[in-house]
């Protein structure tokens, strides 16, 4: 069936340190894969997405990676701050509905 | 405020009674999703809108949950007879068709719903 596997669920890191979180999917038809930071009590929001066709994409401090064959992604973080403080969500898009099968989330604290 | 907006935002009901949930999307936006999340988790697909047709509902949707888009705008997410587990936030996201192809799905700030 379809699913997202994330992890890990809790990562600290130090201020200027980087981050790293994984997401793995099952749907072979999965061809678009956002990234959400949700803050507490407050909506998903975007913060970078990638195709099905780009291996790589970077925006600022803020870089995502796509492995096809090995079905998963990954979302990188650098020089960490506090404000980046908050869960962070993958999803996959399944071909068709365009539905997002979302990952379990990852709790990202960064210690001042 | 031009996003997607939902209304109520909090709502507190005694299980058994209806409820009923708004969800208005960005103006030039033809697809419509609601999701429901809970404590500590992602959220989860409920069923989704083109315009005014809806074309998937999860498996998670009950025949006690229904939903609406009448004109292709807004919708509506109705529960009936509420029960305590779904107690969740119900966030309803919308995004634009371009080409048959997936499109970022922006979200609203939710509503959560707590059943006693």
């Known amino acids: 069936g379809e699913n997202v596997e994330q992890h890990p669920s809790t990562l600290s890191v130090q201020e200027g340190d980087s981050a790293v979180i994984k997401c793995t999917y099952s749907d072979s038809a999965s061809n678009y894969f956002p990234w959400y930071k949700q803050e507490l009590g407050k909506r998903p929001q975007l913060i970078i997405d990638?195709?099905?066709?780009?291996g790589e994409k970077k925006d600022q401090r803020i870089a995502v990676t796509l492995n096809k064959t090995a079905k998963h992604f990954s979302l990188h973080i650098t020089e960490t701050q506090p404000e980046d403080s908050a869960v962070y969500f993958c999803?996959?898009?399944?071909?068709?509905?365009?539905?997002?099968?979302f990952g379990t989330g990852t709790r990202l604290k960064v210690l001042a | 405020d031009t996003g997607v907006s939902q209304n109520p935002r909090h709502k507190i009901t005694k299980r058994g009674q209806n409820v009923t949930f708004r969800c208005d999307p960005i103006s030039e936006h033809n697809r419509l999703y609601w999701y429901r999340q809970t404590l500590g988790q992602g959220p989860e697909f409920l069923t989704y809108f083109q315009n005014e047709a809806q074309l998937e509902k999860s498996r998670l949707l009950s025949d006690r949950f229904s939903a609406e888009r009448p004109k292709g705008s807004f919708s509506t997410l109705e529960i009936q007879r509420t029960e305590q587990g779904d107690s969740a936030m119900y966030l309803c996201a919308s995004s634009r068709d371009l080409d048959r192809r997936p499109e970022t799905q922006y979200f609203g700030p939710g509503t959560r719903l707590l059943v006693l």
């Open positions: 999803a996959a898009s399944i071909r068709g509905t365009y539905k997002y099968i």
């Open positions: 990638i195709r099905s066709n780009v």
